[in-house]
């Protein structure tokens, strides 16, 4: 396994170069947030997930989680560093003080979940659907339900869960069977089996918080009649076992660390949060925030396949490099002097550092959103927020898994070797274009309901930004070629949006058809404007090594990633007669 080291130089020149953190949080009174504590939050974190986290990846891998009769024991370690977690205050970096938190910026926040699903993806699982619980009950819970709940999740004494899917349904929960009946006391019975509930059940935390979509005996079809309710393991006030159980975990390509559980209510007390029949938009607070640390999965293990390349590039030794000995005191070059290794490197390379620089963007939209004292500049934030969600969950776990496929090929045969771990980054990888609504899924959000659904509105929040910076950048001197070929892309996206919407007024499929591909067009030109985002600081320092690798990673992201647009707007324009004209018999043999 890659010996994991936090990216520290690079997430300071985000921090200090790039977004200027300091004058954002200056600008929202995150006074809390000095330099003096991203620092120490840089520093510290980075000693606990390279340290206590990183050696746990592996042996969590091999040994995966044990059930027995209803009970599931995380791998040797995991419930110890989850303590040292939790006594180091790390839980509660981005949580209301009102509740135990250190109430310091969403961003913040989200620096450190890199560096711990990095580490360890399958140990940061635990944490990161404890904080989405967290969210959706602060949003939208009863001060009685904050009370009783969010104390415990802050301090990391209880955890949590979000438990949406049914054996005979995923993306479709309108189809949902779980049953809440109303009791006499206010509470309601929960009746149902849900699947694939990461973090289900678990030794690590006493009490486990599922929240839990259902519907009401008398709910609406479809999704206009879910439910969410609050169900914890055991009972807040009694501290008794309430009926639900694990009835099995599942066995997994990747992520073993973490268990993936089957949970069964039956009859369980739980509790309405939100209004009855808007447990979706309750959810969705869950879910958005799942849906960004999901994207950044893609980044994390990325980020953990791209250390381990570049070092076995620089020390396996095969061939000689086509222009002459690179190193003719050894039997062979280093194979970081062939032009094909340096191909999947420079793109494992573009892609992590593009889609870390879209993560601390997002993050500093989440920041305004919670801060802001002006509601025109919140609003302006969820708007952006919410057009960029599905291209970060999708574009990056796509891209995170596309790089870790370039790191196991990097190591060639010793690649596909457990020992190495490069293969366990790309099974770790894998999951992560699937779950929390599937890529497909997200492509059809931003498209059908981001996009058109808000007559381009929400696409204009961001081309707007993008044509400001383009003007203001227009002749500068090194990097205006490439400001040009964005401002041309910028404008391309209009005018391929409006095809799009024409052609889906006469044949609803069209958005389908178009969907995965306008998205990744998206990614791409999101990520172009990061890239030159970042090259314009770094050119400002270019005598520095550091300076002069972002600038030669954006010169290869411009020439050779970038161009991927063309092959996405050919097949968004070739419309979608090709896909949908064969027959659904006429598939099989």
């Not at 169900?231 to 997994?252: L, M, T, Y």
């Not at 939100?274 to 950044?296: D, I, P, S, W, Y």
């Not at 032009?339 to 889609?355: P, Q, S, Y």
Request: net charge negative.
């Amino acid at each position: 396994m890659p010996d994991y080291k936090a990216p520290l130089r690079d997430m300071r020149f985000l921090i200090d170069n790039v977004f200027d953190f300091h004058g954002h949080y200056a600008a929202l009174g995150a006074t809390d947030a000095s330099p003096d504590m991203v620092n120490a939050i840089l520093e510290e974190g980075a000693k606990f997930c390279e340290n206590v986290l990183a050696p746990l990846n592996r042996s969590g891998d091999e040994e995966g989680c044990h059930f027995d009769n209803g009970v599931v024991t995380t791998p040797k370690g995991f419930k110890e560093a989850f303590a040292q977690y939790v006594e180091g205050g790390w839980h509660g970096v981005a949580a209301d003080p009102a509740y135990g938190g250190q109430g310091l910026p969403q961003s913040l926040g989200l620096v450190l979940s890199e560096m711990i699903g990095s580490s360890n993806t399958s140990w940061g699982m635990y944490p990161g659907l404890t904080h989405g619980a967290m969210s959706a009950i602060h949003a939208h819970g009863t001060a009685e339900q904050k009370d009783t709940f969010l104390s415990k999740l802050t301090a990391g004494e209880w955890t949590g869960t979000m438990c949406l899917t049914e054996a005979h349904c995923g993306t479709d929960l309108g189809l949902i069977k779980t049953r809440a009946v109303p009791q006499a006391d206010g509470s309601y019975a929960v009746t149902g089996s849900k699947i694939f509930i990461s973090a289900g059940e678990h030794d690590m935390s006493a009490n486990i918080i599922h929240l839990v979509l259902a519907k009401l005996p008398d709910a609406p079809a479809g999704t206009k009649g879910i439910s969410l309710f609050i169900v914890p393991k055991f009972h807040a006030d009694s501290g008794e076992r309430n009926a639900v159980h694990c009835g099995s975990i599942e066995h997994k390509m990747g992520i073993k660390g973490s268990a993936t559980c089957v949970l069964n209510f039956d009859g369980a007390k739980g509790f309405l949060i939100g209004e009855a029949n808007k447990g979706l938009n309750c959810m969705f607070t869950m879910m958005n925030h799942a849906r960004l640390g999901t994207g950044m999965q893609g980044l994390c293990n990325g980020e953990a396949s791209f250390q381990g390349a570049i070092k076995y590039a620089n020390d396996r030794l095969q061939m000689r490099s086509l222009t002459g000995a690179k190193a003719p005191d050894k039997a062979a070059d280093p194979i970081i002097v062939h032009a094909d290794v340096r191909r999947m490197l420079l793109t494992m390379k573009a892609f992590n550092e593009g889609n870390r620089a879209l993560t601390y963007f997002t993050a500093q939209l989440l920041d305004t959103a919670h801060l802001s004292d002006d509601a025109t500049q919140r609003q302006d934030a969820e708007d952006l927020l919410a057009f960029l969600t599905p291209i970060c969950k999708a574009f990056m776990t796509d891209t995170g898994l596309e790089v870790t496929n370039h790191g196991m090929q990097i190591f060639g045969g010793h690649g596909y070797i457990r020992e190495w771990g490069m293969e366990q980054l790309a099974r770790d990888a894998r999951i992560a274009p699937i779950y929390e609504g599937t890529n497909g899924i997200q492509a059809l959000d931003l498209l059908g309901r981001k996009v058109l659904g808000s007559q381009g509105k929400l696409l204009r929040g961001f081309t707007k930004i993008v044509h400001k910076f383009c003007g203001a950048n227009a002749e500068h001197p090194q990097l205006k070629a490439y400001v040009a070929q964005l401002n041309q892309l910028n404008q391309e996206w209009g005018e391929l949006t409006t095809k799009v919407g024409m052609a889906a007024m006469k044949n609803p499929d069209e958005v389908g058809a178009a969907a995965v591909d306008y998205l990744m067009y998206s990614g791409y030109v999101v990520l172009a404007y990061l890239w030159l985002r970042m090259a314009i600081a770094a050119a400002d320092q270019q005598d520095d090594d550091f300076a002069k690798a972002k600038l030669a990673t954006c010169d290869f992201y411009f020439k050779r990633l970038l161009p991927r647009t063309a092959t996405h707007r050919a097949a968004v324009e070739a419309g979608s007669e090709c896909l949908m004209s064969l027959p659904a018999e006429a598939f099989g043999l």
